[in-house]
């Protein structure tokens, strides 16, 4: 670490630029693992699709001989369906099974993309993000009354090492988090009609990246907590 003097003659110690490169390394490293961990960004796949098909002009072309309506809400939400049956499957084929939220997820895919479809009403399909997110804060919720270790630590143990007032920390950020996002899906798909769907998908994604960005400048500030009994000044 550098020394650098200013015009009152103390010392002030300057970071680096070797120092700063590898906390910027470290910071990505808990930035990926975070989104590799919670898995959540796979969900994403199919809400590309079912965003690009929404945006086409509704039109009617021939598919194997049937006549189907491509483009629009109803046609997107099938889409959703089936992409969502092909990447989670090819998820369980590679995997063998499936993380608990992807399972929520999926469920709550064909339940209400099939009340979309089957009652023709886009209501069903605009309850689908806001139900699935507080589900997953109840899961959070539930974790600090229910077995010996908060949900983000089953989750993140295996790869970090924290003292429990951090982990209690993040498990209430993630809480925080997935209720904000079920509201302000919620408040956008009533409300503002006309672009519900681009919040959905666009939305979403980035007070995902955001999030994440967020969790890992605070995890930054304990990477040298690697021993979970060391004492540490309460922030």
Request: with cysteine; net charge positive.
């Amino acid at each position: 670490m550098a020394v650098q003097i200013n015009i009152h003659g103390t010392l002030k110690p300057q970071v680096s630029w070797r120092f700063r490169y590898l906390g910027c390394l470290l910071l990505c490293r808990h930035i990926l693992l975070l989104a590799a961990t919670v898995k959540q960004f796979i969900d994403f796949i199919p809400l590309f699709l079912f965003f690009i098909v929404y945006k086409i002009d509704p039109r009617v072309v021939d598919l194997a001989g049937h006549e189907v309506t491509l483009g629009g809400i109803y046609s997107a939400t099938a889409v959703l369906i089936i992409s969502s049956l092909v990447v989670y499957g090819a998820l369980f084929l590679s995997q063998r099974k499936l993380e608990k939220s992807q399972w929520l997820t999926l469920i709550a895919c064909l339940v209400f993309g099939s009340l979309t479809l089957a009652f023709h009403s886009e209501t069903f399909l605009k309850w689908k993000a806001p139900v699935v997110n507080w589900l997953f804060a109840l899961a959070f919720i539930g974790s600090h009354f229910i077995g010996d270790r908060l949900l983000i630590k089953r989750i993140m143990g295996h790869a970090l090492t924290l003292p429990d007032p951090v982990w209690t920390r993040l498990n209430i950020a993630w809480i925080a988090f997935f209720l904000f996002c079920g509201a302000a899906n919620l408040f956008v798909a009533f409300t503002f009609q006309s672009i519900w769907v681009d919040f959905k998908v666009f939305g979403s994604l980035g007070m995902t990246v955001l999030f994440l960005v967020g969790q890992g400048v605070y995890l930054s500030r304990h990477l040298h907590d690697t021993d979970p009994t060391t004492p540490k000044a309460e922030d």
